[in-house]
């Protein structure tokens, strides 16, 4: 009998640990996307040149990239060049595919180009990261997907800010 209560016990646990550690998957994906475009930010106005977050939905892949007298470069190069997500994740961005990839912009001025970027992970609730307009920074909120009204940012409901 106690083995059974044990048994039945440490099925619990390891059933909400599981979903701890996809929770923080999603989690850190959202941070790590977020911190990125920080720091495009950041570098875009103490260097004075455009940034831009390029995020490659085939590839599963995202970086940094700054405008150049000959174009965007990458602004980083070598393993620590881009960040890539988890297969199980999808990451949407409401802004039109350009040969595939996304842009987001960031200006000298602070400013940058809206986006919304959904990650979305199977059991979990979607995290999205958003700005309220493209002058200020963006945030993590964790999305809920209730059908687009007045009451709603672009089908969204943004409850909780992290």
Same mark, same amino acid.
Request: with cysteine.
């Given at each position: 009998?106690?083995?059974?209560?044990?048994?039945?016990?440490?099925?619990?646990?390891?059933?909400?640990?599981?979903?701890?550690?996809?929770?923080?998957?999603?989690?850190?994906?959202?941070?790590?996307?977020?911190?990125?475009?920080?720091?495009?930010?950041?570098?875009?106005?103490?260097?004075?040149?455009?940034?831009?977050?390029?995020?490659?939905?085939?590839?599963?892949?995202?970086?940094?990239?700054?405008?150049?007298?000959?174009?965007?470069?990458?602004?980083?190069?070598?393993?620590?060049?881009?960040?890539?997500?988890?297969?199980?994740?999808?990451?949407?961005?409401?802004?039109?595919?350009?040969?595939?990839?996304?842009?987001?912009?960031?200006? /000298?001025?602070?400013?940058?180009?809206?986006?919304?970027?959904?990650?979305?992970?199977?059991?979990?609730?979607?995290?999205?990261?958003?700005?309220?307009?493209?002058?200020?920074?963006?945030?993590?909120?964790?999305?809920?997907? /209730?059908?687009?009204? /007045?009451?709603?940012?672009?089908?969204?409901?943004? /409850?909780?800010?992290?």
């Amino acid at each position: 009998m106690v083995m059974v209560v044990v048994a039945v016990a440490l099925g619990v646990v390891a059933a909400r640990m599981s979903g701890l550690y996809t929770r923080s998957q999603i989690d850190n994906t959202a941070a790590t996307t977020l911190a990125m475009m920080d720091q495009c930010r950041s570098r875009a106005i103490n260097e004075g040149t455009t940034y831009r977050l390029a995020i490659d939905p085939e590839k599963r892949r995202a970086w940094t990239e700054q405008l150049t007298p000959y174009g965007y470069r990458p602004a980083v190069t070598g393993d620590a060049s881009y960040v890539t997500w988890e297969p199980k994740q999808t990451l949407e961005v409401d802004s039109p595919l350009v040969g595939g990839i996304w842009y987001i912009a960031f200006d /000298p001025d602070g400013s940058s180009d809206q986006a919304h970027i959904v990650i979305e992970q199977a059991g979990q609730t979607p995290r999205q990261i958003t700005s309220p307009s493209p002058a200020e920074p963006f945030r993590i909120v964790v999305a809920d997907r /209730p059908e687009p009204g /007045p009451e709603t940012e672009g089908g969204f409901d943004v /409850p909780d800010v992290y």
